[in-house]
């Protein structure tokens, strides 16, 4: 590769991620500012708004509703909330993707990942990165046997997984935090761990 091209190449790979990182978190306070500053300026003059005090809102709204979600009386009527939303055919497929998509990356899932693993690929000539979704298998006992554990395999670059049902005997435990590992499936091992450790087995 030409030295000018490597260069251009080396720039675009840094700014992309900064000006997409940006872009969301400008859309993200355009869309509270918006929001929030209509709803003030409903209940209030318009004299008293002052340009950016619906983003500040915003971060005050989102503060106090995890503040509120730490109460348990609060977490059940969120969760009863929750559940009539996800009865309702078309929002419950947008609102759970969505849920679990920011969920799974903010490390809130680790109780559906309990363990990360390598999972031996058919032809036995290599390992694959996977996370154990169901070790107990009494509430799936009609299709997993007990010596089977489910395995979710997440796509590297992209949204979504396979989940596949396997024998215990065909997955090795590996000392890796969820986190560590969604972050070297997600770029493909480009990236490597948060903390640099090495992959053992």
Known sequence: MKPVSKTFLKGLIAIIPITLTLYLLFWLAGTAELALGNIFKFFFPDSWYIKGLGFVLGLVVVFFFGGF????????????FEQLVVQIPVVKTIYTAIRDFISLFSG??????KQVVL???PDGNGLQIGFITVSDSEEFSNFIAKDQ???????SYQMGGNTVIVSRENVVEIDMTVEDALRFIATAGVIGTANGEKITG
Not at 69 to 80: P, V
Not at 108 to 113: A, C, I, N, R, T
């Open 108 to 113: 809130q899932q680790k109780g559906k990942f």
């Open 69 to 80: 979600l730490e109460s348990q009386t609060f977490r059940k009527w969120f969760n009863n």
């Open 149 to 155: 554990v489910a395995v979710f395999l997440p796509f």
């Open 119 to 121: 999972l031996k690929v």
